[in-house]
């Protein structure tokens, strides 16, 4: 089973919101989230999908994710070294969180437009 980096969570009565947020923080994890719900990528087809991601975030990301648990990691025996990323069945139950997120976002991450008193 793979290592959880985060030993506990301190925090008021809102704690487990605050847990789920700073497992999945991160400007890229969220996205990379999205994306391996579709199936299985290797990496260039995720950096292909998330054009400005550096490779160095994307793998740092990457990693993290695969130590908390929700990304699995394979890699082949082949030259060039081929590597793919999945998801985890840990990694699937946040499959109606980043639906939520995406759906909120489609209805209202649109700038507001504030008008004059």
């Known amino acids: 089973m793979a290592r959880i980096r985060h030993d506990r969570f301190d925090c008021s009565p809102g704690c487990s919101v605050e847990a789920t947020l700073q497992l999945i923080d991160g400007k890229w994890k969220g996205v990379v989230l999205y994306h391996l719900l579709e199936g299985t990528l290797r990496f260039n087809e995720i950096r292909r999908k998330l054009p400005n991601v550096t490779q160095r975030m994307l793998t740092n990301q ?16 082949e030259v060039p070294p081929k590597v793919e ?17 995406k759906a909120w976002g489609d209805a209202h991450a649109q700038p507001v437009r504030v008008e004059a008193a």
């Open 85 to 101: 990323y999945s998801l985890t069945a840990r990694g699937r139950t946040l499959e109606p969180v980043i639906a939520a997120l």
């Open 62 to 77: 990457l990693r993290e994710l695969e130590e908390d648990g929700f990304v699995a990691r394979r890699v082949y025996a």
